[in-house]
């Protein structure tokens, strides 16, 4: 992604001659794409822990931080490109594990992973994904592969297998949730999609959970959503089990939802190969920190030992500005993606993404940078 992107975006978009089926602006995408999901998927997507002030906090901090333009410094010509795990990749965007995606689309994660496909950029494919590794592998593109880390041993292993086999390069590890947070939109429903089978498609379709229940998931589905329940999560996890899952893979392995800098440091120490800094967008402890506060300190105790990536709370051009400024090599997009699928499918999700790389883009220009990696805390101010 070179060059002139984000003002060959906004010729294509003002060529249009009206508005499209996506808005380009963030507030009226969320807006609309909230009614164009049902309550259930709507209340999964936009829901988060407790009160929601971890969630609300995600997207404040960023206000905190005010860009510094420079002026004068020959901007013609920029280059988005950055190095993860010896990949190039086109932009410093990737999309974010997001599960059971069949909620707001008919073909679950199909749409996405082609849209990132088209575009170059990874997609990170969620353990509770409505389709399975292999499906998604068919698909092409960069793509990595997101493990909830489960109370079964083999199971585990059978996972990572299968994404080694179908060509996922690095491995997501999420350490936040070894066990649900407390949701209220979902509590009030009383209802969590899992327990209706939604999101278990690598569950359903692997070996070793199969020869578990003793019968095909379709047959007992009501069984194999039980020991779905049983073996998801592994609340007794250490860091010292860590040593047991490097032993498993050979894919680079990236720890997600590091807060502090004491466990950046562990994970360092542990043989991590990247962090991704996340609160999972406010959805596991209701008044927790931000994620861009929590940003400079792991990067720092990082000292660029290993890549570190960013998500919660990443809504526009300038908000992946200030985070690589603060430390970030990359950013994750979540919930945005989803916007767009839900409006439009595929073609949604890729207008979001274009989208936000020509406001980053712009923005980068237009404070007189070239290249993500030019960006330091100098590029800020603090409010």
């Not at 004068?72 to 086109?90: C, H, K, W």
Request: charged content about 20%; proline content about 6%; hydrophobic content about 45%.
């Amino acid at each position: 992604m070179t060059s002139q992107f984000g003002s060959a975006r906004q010729v294509e978009i003002y060529s249009r001659g009206g508005p499209g089926a996506v808005p380009v602006s963030a507030r009226r995408l969320e807006r609309l794409a909230g009614r164009a999901m049902t309550p259930a998927a709507r209340a999964y997507v936009f829901g988060a822990a407790g009160g929601e002030a971890t969630l609300r906090a995600n997207r404040g901090v960023f206000d905190h931080w005010r860009i510094v333009p420079r002026m004068l410094r020959d901007v013609s010509q920029r280059d988005l490109r950055v190095e993860l795990f010896g990949a190039t990749l086109p932009a410093p965007v990737l999309l974010a594990p997001v599960g059971v995606q069949e909620l707001v689309h008919a073909e679950g994660d199909l749409p996405a992973s082609r849209a990132a496909a088209a575009r170059g950029a990874p997609f990170v494919l969620s353990t509770v994904s409505s389709r399975s590794i292999e499906e998604i592998a068919a698909v092409g593109g960069p793509r990595w592969f997101q493990l909830y880390w489960g109370k079964n041993p083999e199971l585990t292993v059978s996972l990572l297998q299968r994404a080694a086999a179908a060509g996922y390069s690095a491995l997501v590890v999420t350490l936040d949730t070894p066990m649900l947070g407390w949701r209220e939109r979902d509590l009030d429903r009383g209802d969590l999609p899992f327990l209706r089978g939604a999101g278990l498609a690598n569950f359903f379709s692997d070996p070793v959970f199969c020869s578990a229940l003793g019968c095909p998931p379709e047959e007992n589905r009501p069984a194999a959503v039980a020991l779905w329940s049983r073996v998801f999560s592994n609340p007794a996890l250490s860091w010292k089990d860590l040593a047991w899952l490097r032993a498993q893979t050979k894919l680079p392995i990236v720890l997600k939802g590091i807060q502090h800098p004491d466990d950046a440091r562990q994970a360092l120490a542990c043989g991590a190969d990247g962090i991704i800094v996340s609160n999972h967008g406010g959805r596991q402890v209701d008044g927790a920190i931000a994620s861009l506060d929590a940003l400079p300190g792991i990067a720092a105790a990082v000292e660029n030992r290993v890549p570190v990536l960013f998500d919660s709370g990443v809504r526009r051009g300038a908000d992946a500005f200030k985070a690589l400024a603060l430390g970030a090599r990359a950013v994750l997009l979540g919930r945005l993606y989803l916007y767009g699928l839900a409006l439009d499918g595929e073609a949604g999700v890729g207008a979001v993404l274009d989208n936000f790389i020509a406001d980053f883009d712009l923005t980068l220009a237009l404070s007189g940078y070239r290249a993500p990696g030019e960006l330091t805390c100098i590029a800020l101010a603090q409010r």
